[in-house]
Antibody
């Protein structure tokens, strides 16, 4: 059974940093492209970032480019999202998901709150 | 950047057919994917590549895509289908994922 478990969310002040992790199990992690998607409270889904199966290719939404970095550790089956220079508008539940151009399996999400 | 437009809400009586649209410039030339999100839960893929259904998704869920509109059709709607539905495409020109704003399906 595919399992994706996000962690690392919490309360952070504006301008601060946070690193999210997504622990994967139940599938061959190194074979899959991965994504981060976020959802602000009461709002819709917003795609954040994608990384290739070997980590050599990444892309990110314009609103996070230069502040967020997606990476992965295939030896430990873990996906990361390093978030710097956080803003209030980054407050959201962050989901990791498998897939190339669509999102097949999703984790349950981790809440990031940016507030002073 | 590519924009997907969904109606904010759709209402349907139990047993009837619900149609949720997703509009975009020449969307018929794109591959459209659909997600269901029940309150308090993570999204679930219900249709991929316009009309393919993942294993475990009921045949009541179907999709089509042509011209400027993609459509998610839910036949014989049940109370458990009440949820938010999002369409999504991969914009290859910008190498970005794009979601529609979402449609809240209410079962009357």
């Amino acid at each position: 059974e595919v399992q994706l478990v996000e962690s690392g969310g919490g309360l952070v002040q504006p301008g601060g940093s946070l690193r999210l992790a997504c622990a994967a199990s139940g599938f061959t992690f190194r074979s899959y492209w991965m994504h981060w998607v976020r959802q602000a409270p009461g709002k819709g889904l917003m795609w954040v970032s994608r990384i290739s199966n070997d980590g050599s290719s990444t892309s990110s939404a314009d609103s996070v480019k230069g502040r967020f970095t997606i990476s992965r550790d295939n030896a430990n089956n873990t996906l990361y999202l390093q978030m710097n220079s956080l803003k209030a508008e980054d407050t959201a539940v962050y989901y990791c998901a498998t897939g190339y151009d669509f999102l097949d399996q999703w984790g349950q999400g981790t809440l990031v709150t940016v507030s002073s | 950047s590519y924009v997907l437009t969904q109606p904010p809400s759709v209402s349907v009586a139990p047993g009837k057919t619900a149609r949720i649209t997703c509009g975009g410039n020449n969307i018929g030339s794109e591959s459209v994917h659909w997600y269901q999100q029940r309150p308090g839960q993570a999204p679930v893929l219900v249709i991929y590549y316009d009309s393919d259904r993942p294993s475990g998704i009921p045949e009541r869920f179907s999709g089509s895509n042509s011209g400027i509109t993609a459509t998610l059709t839910i036949s014989r709607v049940e109370a458990g289908d009440e949820a938010d539905y999002f369409c999504q495409v991969w914009d290859s020109s910008s190498d970005r994922g794009v979601f529609g704003g979402g449609t809240k399906l209410t079962v009357l």
